[in-house]
């Protein structure tokens, strides 16, 4: 069954759309990270196929009796969104297991892909969209699973209802690709559904996402993300809400969060912010970025500077509230509550909002591919400038 959390707006679009028979041809699920597009896509998907909307027939009994009562149903289990599909019947079964023979479903990928990595993602998917696997840096939509897709779509569905396509983080479409896409969704073939996510339609052709009947996506609150952590998870209230903290906002990162070990990557961002102050240490410096760069893949350093961001923010409310306000300030590591005050009293210049934008353009290096060691390099130099103390 597939579970989303919140969204409520976007479930009630596309149930109304439904009830009006005003399904469009094409949808662009858009919204932040961890926000539940693919989930909301896999529950269109269903609601495309579920056996509710296509009924088989139902078997004649062999003998018929004017006087037998006839036997109770019993009542299926219905999912979340269970107006939209029932989640149960064969059909939405084989979407949300990802077997179904009329989805399709294309993400970003590197062109030397294997099957095993591929099936890997699909698996991830079924599992939980919330969490699919990204086993490929820098991977993107490639033409030649837009055109597989365009042949597959000239066909007869396997079983009559038509074919669902799925494309996953569509502003990853080079403009060969995205203009394949392009006639694609100009002329889509009856009874066909294609649905698109993205975490923002700032990369987008603007013909593609005028061709799409948009559906956006909130960031989750972290009453959402706590809910959701205890009740689908059963994660103890208090660690859902420090975990809900660390998020963000978004369902995957939280999830991420639940299979890491937090108290270790803090520490190493605590190790971090302190290594920018031993410009007089440059060997022991030097050392110490060149571990953190071999030891580490993209995904871990990114983590690692997520909780740079958020001790460096914690810094920034704890030396912006009076004493009798910090109980209520929405500090994050409240346990850290020293080095905190280290920082503030020890470095009365530090320009922490000049320092947050510095960490959020070095995650973003790292999600553009640039090579980690030299985004270490620099942000803790230019830490070092900003924190207002002299050499
Ligand atoms: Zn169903």
Same mark, same amino acid.
């Given at each position: 069954?597939?579970?989303?959390?919140?969204?409520?707006?976007?479930?009630?679009?596309?149930?109304?759309?439904?009830?009006?028979?005003?399904?469009?041809?094409?949808?662009?699920?858009?919204?932040?990270?961890?926000?539940?597009?693919?989930?909301?896509?896999?529950?269109?998907?269903?609601?495309?196929?579920?056996?509710?909307?296509?009924?088989?027939?139902?078997?004649?009994?062999?003998?018929?009796?004017?006087?037998?009562?006839?036997?109770?149903?019993?009542?299926?289990?219905?999912?979340?969104?269970?107006?939209?599909?029932?989640?149960?019947?064969?059909?939405?079964?084989?979407?949300?297991?990802?077997?179904?023979?009329?989805?399709?479903?294309?993400?970003?990928?590197?062109?030397?892909?294997?099957?095993?990595? =591929?099936?890997?993602?699909?698996?991830?998917?079924?599992?939980?969209?919330?969490?699919?696997?990204?086993?490929?840096?820098?991977?993107?939509?490639?033409?030649?699973?837009? =055109?597989?897709?365009?042949?597959?779509?000239?066909?007869?569905?396997?079983?009559?209802?038509?074919?669902?396509?799925?494309?996953?983080?569509?502003?990853?479409?080079?403009?060969?690709?995205?203009?394949?896409?392009?006639?694609?969704?100009?002329?889509?073939?009856?009874?066909?559904?294609?649905?698109?996510?993205?975490?923002?339609?700032?990369?987008?052709?603007?013909?593609?996402?005028?061709?799409?009947?948009?559906?956006?996506?909130?960031?989750?609150?972290?009453?959402?993300?706590?809910?959701?952590?205890?009740?689908?998870?059963?994660?103890?209230?208090?660690?859902?809400?420090?975990?809900?903290?660390?998020?963000?906002?978004?369902?995957?990162?939280?999830?991420?969060?639940?299979?890491?070990?937090?108290?270790?990557?803090?520490?190493?961002?605590?190790?971090?912010?302190?290594?920018?102050?031993?410009?007089?240490?440059?060997?022991?410096?030097?050392?110490?970025?060149?571990?953190?760069?071999?030891?580490?893949?993209?995904?871990?350093?990114?983590?690692?500077?997520?909780?740079?961001?958020?001790?460096?923010?914690?810094?920034?409310?704890?030396?912006?509230?009076?004493?009798?306000?910090?109980?209520?300030?929405?500090?994050?590591?409240?346990?850290?509550?020293?080095?905190?005050?280290?920082?503030?009293?020890?470095?009365?210049?530090?320009?922490?909002?000049?320092?947050?934008?510095?960490?959020?353009?070095?995650?973003?290096?790292?999600?553009?591919?640039?090579?980690?060691?030299?985004?270490?390099?620099?942000?803790?130099?230019?830490?070092?400038?900003?924190?207002?103390?002299? =050499?």
């Amino acid at each position: 069954m597939i579970s989303i959390i919140a969204q409520e707006n976007a479930k009630e679009f596309l149930r109304r759309a439904r009830e009006n028979e005003r399904v469009a041809h094409a949808y662009l699920f858009h919204g932040p990270n961890g926000s539940g597009k693919e989930a909301l896509a896999l529950l269109t998907a269903q609601s495309f196929f579920c056996e509710a909307r296509h009924p088989k027939p139902a078997p004649q009994p062999a003998t018929l009796s004017l006087f037998d009562e006839p036997a109770p149903q019993p009542a299926a289990p219905q999912q979340e969104g269970g107006d939209l599909a029932c989640g149960v019947c064969s059909a939405c079964r084989r979407v949300s297991e990802m077997t179904h023979p009329d989805v399709r479903v294309i993400f970003p990928r590197a062109a030397s892909a294997s099957e095993d990595e =591929r099936t890997e993602v699909l698996r991830s998917l079924a599992a939980n969209p919330y969490q699919r696997s990204r086993p490929w840096e820098n991977p993107n939509i490639l033409i030649d699973d837009i =055109r597989a897709l365009k042949r597959d779509l000239s066909m007869t569905s396997y079983e009559g209802h038509g074919i669902v396509a799925l494309i996953l983080e569509a502003e990853r479409m080079k403009a060969e690709a995205a203009n394949a896409l392009l006639k694609i969704l100009e002329e889509p073939p009856p009874q066909t559904l294609i649905m698109l996510t993205a975490n923002s339609l700032a990369g987008m052709l603007p013909t593609i996402v005028s061709r799409c009947q948009p559906v956006r996506l909130l960031v989750l609150t972290r009453e959402q993300i706590v809910a959701a952590l205890q009740q689908k998870h059963g994660v103890p209230p208090e660690h859902a809400q420090f975990i809900a903290k660390l998020a963000n906002g978004s369902f995957r990162r939280a999830l991420d969060l639940l299979d890491e070990d937090v108290d270790t990557r803090r520490q190493q961002a605590v190790d971090f912010l302190r290594m920018a102050f031993r410009f007089n240490k440059p060997v022991e410096q030097m050392d110490f970025l060149n571990a953190l760069a071999q030891d580490h893949d993209r995904r871990e350093l990114r983590q690692l500077l997520e909780f740079c961001l958020l001790l460096v923010r914690d810094g920034y409310v704890f030396k912006s509230t009076s004493a009798s306000q910090k109980q209520d300030a929405s500090i994050i590591n409240t346990d850290q509550e020293r080095m905190l005050s280290d920082l503030v009293n020890n470095l009365p210049n530090f320009d922490f909002p000049a320092v947050i934008n510095e960490l959020e353009f070095a995650m973003e290096c790292l999600d553009r591919y640039v090579q980690p060691w030299l985004v270490l390099v620099v942000l803790l130099h230019r830490i070092y400038q900003l924190s207002g103390s002299r =050499r």
